[in-house]
């Protein structure tokens, strides 16, 4: 009787034991559901919905928003370190810029303008405008500054698109150019005054482009061609993806029509869009009504109807 209780007892302790095991497909399955989402599911999309918020990127060293005297106008002051170069650049905006979508404009200037000068040719028209604060020398680690404000520009929320549209002046056309070389398709047009395409042309054309070109470059074509060739656009011109408007004043012998000229043959010859605005009176950048008044024709055709 004992036996066959003995007996009784492990067979129930047997089904009880396989009554509590886990089920092992059920457990496999589950697994794998995990990992799929884990391996589907991205991280959210890193977003900057001010331009004060940019201070939290990589590489930004501070930003600082600046009194300015412009009704319906934000000014900001940053600071950004891409590899050994420190660079302090402006940033203006229409007042509500957080609240809405504007055209974004890298602006490259013969000289050194304020916040209220950008504010007056850009923001104050509805347009996001990057500022660059540059000496008339060019340094290694330009290509990856604009490469890497680029990729911000593209999480900003309130640039339209990610696009950036390049504009300058003499020797900022050559850094617009070099944007548009650098963000390839980002870069929606490029709209330059007093345009240098070619710096081994422009140093044969007088001695004052001699000594120009050679503080650019660090010396003549003959010394460093490499140089006047990586910061020449017609040497690059295949890299330039977007419309290109040349902007020439007249009466200044450093910048002859036939610069612009070569230039638009070339892109044209590749299959490209260029077109140049003659202008006849002397000038300098989009400091004049006649060329301020063509970059925007040329900009509003391109970005279309903007956010109100």
Do not use: W
């Not at 011109?237 to 638009?264: Q, R, T």
């Amino acid at each position: 009787m004992k036996k066959f209780l003995l007996m009784i007892l492990s067979a129930l302790l047997i089904l009880s034991l396989i009554s509590c095991a886990p089920d092992t497909a059920t457990v496999a399955d589950t697994t794998e559901s995990s990992e799929e989402t884990a391996s589907t599911t991205e991280p959210p999309k890193e977003e900057y919905k001010t331009v004060l918020s940019l201070a939290g990127a990589e590489n930004i060293i501070s930003a600082e928003q600046e009194s300015i005297k412009m009704e319906n106008i934000a000014a900001y002051t940053l600071t950004m370190k891409v590899g050994a170069t420190e660079r302090t650049f402006r940033v203006t905006a229409p007042l509500d810029y957080m609240h809405k979508e504007y055209p974004c404009v890298f602006y490259f200037p013969e000289i050194r303008p304020s916040h209220e000068f950008d504010a007056s040719i850009f923001a104050s028209k509805g347009y996001v405008c990057f500022g660059f604060l540059y000496y008339n020398v060019f340094e290694e680690d330009f290509e990856n500054e604009m490469a890497y404000l680029g990729s911000l520009v593209e999480k900003c929320t309130f640039i339209k698109d990610g696009a950036v549209i390049a504009t300058g002046s003499s020797s900022g056309s050559i850094r617009a150019f070099l944007c548009a070389k650098v963000l390839g398709a980002q870069v929606k047009g490029v709209c330059v005054a007093n345009a240098i395409c070619d710096l081994t042309a422009m140093y044969n054309i007088n001695d004052t482009c001699k000594t120009v070109c050679t503080a650019i470059c660090g010396g003549t074509p003959e010394e460093v061609p490499e140089i006047y060739e990586r910061f020449s656009a017609k040497a690059f011109a295949d890299k330039i993806l977007c419309p290109v408007k040349l902007l020439h004043y007249g009466n200044n012998p450093n910048f002859p029509l036939s610069a612009c000229n070569d230039m638009k043959a070339t892109l044209e010859g590749m299959g490209k869009e260029c077109s140049i605005v003659a202008l006849n009176k002397s000038g300098a950048d989009f400091f004049t009504e006649e060329a301020e008044n063509a970059l925007f024709d040329f900009i509003e055709g391109i970005v279309g109807e903007k956010e109100q």
